[in-house]
Nanobody
Framework: QVQVVESGGGLVQPGGSLRLSCAASGTIFRIYAMGWYRQTPEKQRELVAHITTGGSTTYADSVKGRFTISRDNAKNTVYLQMNSLKPEDTAVYYC??????????????????WGQGTQVTVSS
């Protein structure tokens, strides 16, 4: 099994910054990509930023120039640096990891795992 745990959420004033972290652990063989998504009660879960093992990144238009995703492949960890935060960035942020892991028989299988989410609130 693969576990994904996020941390770093909280309350911040508009214009402020936060850094989210996400670590994947378990019977991992290789992680191909990790990403951050966010969800509010009014909207479906949406992609915020995504990064591959090779370092290719994708950002939602709404966060380009303000958010930066990075990863430490050796630690199976991904970070999201969020600057110039706006009230509309308020959401629960979820981390996703996709790759392959070992099954009980020692073979490899694909996985896609979500974390439990971390709340980010931008408010004065």
């Amino acid at each position: 099994q693969v576990q994904v745990v996020e941390s770093g959420g909280g309350l911040v004033q508009p214009g402020g910054s936060l850094r989210l972290s996400c670590a994947a652990s378990g019977t991992i063989f290789r992680i191909y990509a990790m990403g951050w998504y966010r969800q509010t009660p009014e909207k479906q879960r949406e992609l915020v930023a995504h990064i591959t093992t090779g370092g290719s990144t994708t950002y939602a238009d709404s966060v380009k120039g303000r958010f930066t995703i990075s990863r430490d492949n050796a630690k199976n960890t991904v970070y999201l640096q969020m600057n110039s935060l706006k009230p509309e960035d308020t959401a629960v942020y979820y981390c996703n990891a996709a790759g392959s892991n070992y099954d009980s028989g020692g073979g490899l299988k694909a996985f896609g795992s979500w974390g439990q989410g971390t709340q980010v609130t931008v408010s004065s």
